[in-house]
């Protein structure tokens, strides 16, 4: 089922997602990859503040590639979300919602999604073209030093992704592919 | 004996670097077309229908078809009479990749150091490699490589007793361990004898090979063909969401072994299996 879903979002709408939905997400959205979470882990660990609050917030796994003049942004597909899988549980016990990659994740984030009830949408890997048209706006907000790897707030506007991990802790690549299966 | 300015190979592997981000093979192009038409899981036609909207956009808007523009990766086969002039070999070729990456607006995602990880901002070095062929041309082929689906690449140092079934098995297990991370629909490069490191370039090798083009080794050609199919009952689909769409095209090179090993090499690579070629 397709669904319009504005983004920062609360628990209510979470709740009310299930693994398989397609939707389409508006609002702000921010990236973090490798070298970000890693900042921000260790921000944490010596407590100090992180460069955004996580309450209701959605993290999408992404650099792009660099914007042509009078673009918003570059390519901008999801990358792989398991090497985020180390620092994602503390995040999301922060408050943070949602979060947008590909790719599986540990038992420990599934446990996390649960826990605070959030949700783990996938984008479509390797359709970064694509998705750069749902981009609108894209500012450096921090860690600027990491190049692709910054953190930037992004505006989208219909940006598709699937629920892939929803609150109650389905697993659509888990279910997906048995309904497949013939072997 | 020929002579080549050194520079002529930094201007082509530029236009290459950038040519291979922005289009794919026409191959690749209508394997993922075809692929969208025959897909029976409606998640997974919608998907496929997505990349090949993808790739039409990357050529429209001028962005990349994948924001992970890769590690570039280049074989160098050169003409035994070949000489060059100008400086030195490799540096144009490292000067190709910095001035592609830059010029073209590509991601540069190579760090400096394997634990130091400050990123070199040019995105080189480069992967090079070389091998020396007859004649007195030189085929460039530049194969950028994004790191969802290489990081999903295996080696399996087999026993001779394994046989063809231990083959599979390996080829298979790497598919499914990688299922969703690589950016599937795939195109697997497997690369079989050889030594460690020999297996490995196969494998690689073999995923510059069109994927309409099978083995010339009748055997090798109903491999590739069985694998394919199996793994495309492994119901991991496009996206990983399911279907009958896991892979595009099971690309297999062999070569001699030694008798106590059968190495067998799985290069996974998502649908953006992007190489250009050249021949000068
Ligand atoms: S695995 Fe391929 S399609 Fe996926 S993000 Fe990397 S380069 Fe792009």
Redesign the interface.
């Known amino acids: 089922m397709d669904k319009y879903i504005s983004v920062p979002f609360d628990q209510a709408v979470s709740d009310s997602l299930k693994a ?1 939905d ?1 939707v389409y997400l508006s609002g702000t959205v921010y990236t973090a990859r490798d ?1 970000a979470h890693k900042r921000m882990y260790e921000a944490l660990q010596k407590g100090a503040e992180l460069p955004l609050d996580m309450k209701d917030n959605v993290i999408y796994y ?7 003049t009078g ?1 918003a942004i ?4 999801p ?2 979300a ?1 090497r985020m899988d180390k620092y994602a549980p503390a995040l999301l016990d922060l408050g943070l919602r949602g979060m947008i990659g ?3 994740r540990t038992r420990e984030v599934k446990e996390a999604i649960v826990r605070n009830h959030a949700v783990y949408f ?1 984008a ?7 998705l ?2 749902s981009i609108v706006s894209s500012e450096v907000i921090a860690y600027d030093d ?4 910054a953190i930037r707030r992004l505006e989208i506007r219909n940006f ?1 992704v ?1 629920v ?1 991990v929803d609150a109650a802790g389905n697993d ?2 888990e ?9 | 004996m020929r002579i080549f300015d050194v520079a002529e190979i930094t201007r082509n592997i530029k236009e290459m670097c950038i040519e291979a981000n922005y289009s794919l093979t026409e191959d690749m192009v209508s394997v993922i077309r075809e692929a969208a038409k025959n897909e029976e899981s409606p998640l997974g036609r919608r998907i496929l229908n997505q990349l090949d909207e993808n790739m039409k956009i990357a050529g429209e808007d001028q962005v990349p078809i994948c924001q992970d523009t890769g590690m570039a990766v280049i074989f160098m086969d050169i003409g035994q009479e070949v000489h060059w002039e100008g400086g030195f070999l490799e540096d144009a070729i490292q000067e190709g990749v910095r001035q592609g990456y830059q010029e073209g607006f590509l991601r540069k995602s190579v760090v400096g150091d394997p634990f130091g990880r400050v990123n070199t901002g040019d995105n080189t070095p480069a992967v090079i490699h070389y091998q020396i062929v007859p004649g007195d041309s030189v085929r460039i082929t530049v194969a950028p490589k994004g790191f969802g689906s290489e990081n999903m690449s295996r080696i399996f140092m087999l026993k001779p007793a394994d046989g063809v079934e231990g083959v599979k098995n390996a080829v298979i297990s790497a598919v499914k361990d990688a299922g969703p991370n690589a950016c599937p629909p795939v195109v697997v490069g497997v690369g079989i004898g050889g030594t460690f490191e020999k297996c490995a370039l196969l494998a690689k090798r073999a995923l510059t090979r069109p994927v309409d083009q099978r083995s010339g080794i009748a055997s090798i050609r109903e491999l590739e063909q069985e694998l394919l199919e199996k793994i495309n009952r492994t119901g991991i689909g496009p996206g990983g969401l399911g279907g009958t769409t896991t892979a595009l095209a099971v690309n297999i090179e062999t070569y001699p072994t030694h008798i106590a090993g059968l190495p067998v090499a799985v290069n996974m690579c998502c649908h953006v299996n992007r190489h250009a070629v050249r021949v000068l």
């Not at chain 1, 992404?62 to 042509?68: E, K, N, T, V, W």
């Not at chain 1, 570059?74 to 597909?77: C, I, K, L, N, R």
């Open positions: 398989g397609y070298a992404m650099g792009p590639s660099p914007a042509r673009r570059g390519s901008a597909g990358t792989t398991s590909k790719g599986r996938g479509v890997g390797g359709a970064g073209a694509l750069s048209r990491l190049g692709t790897e598709p699937i892939v659509l690549y279910t997906a592919a048995a309904e497949y299966c013939r072997e």
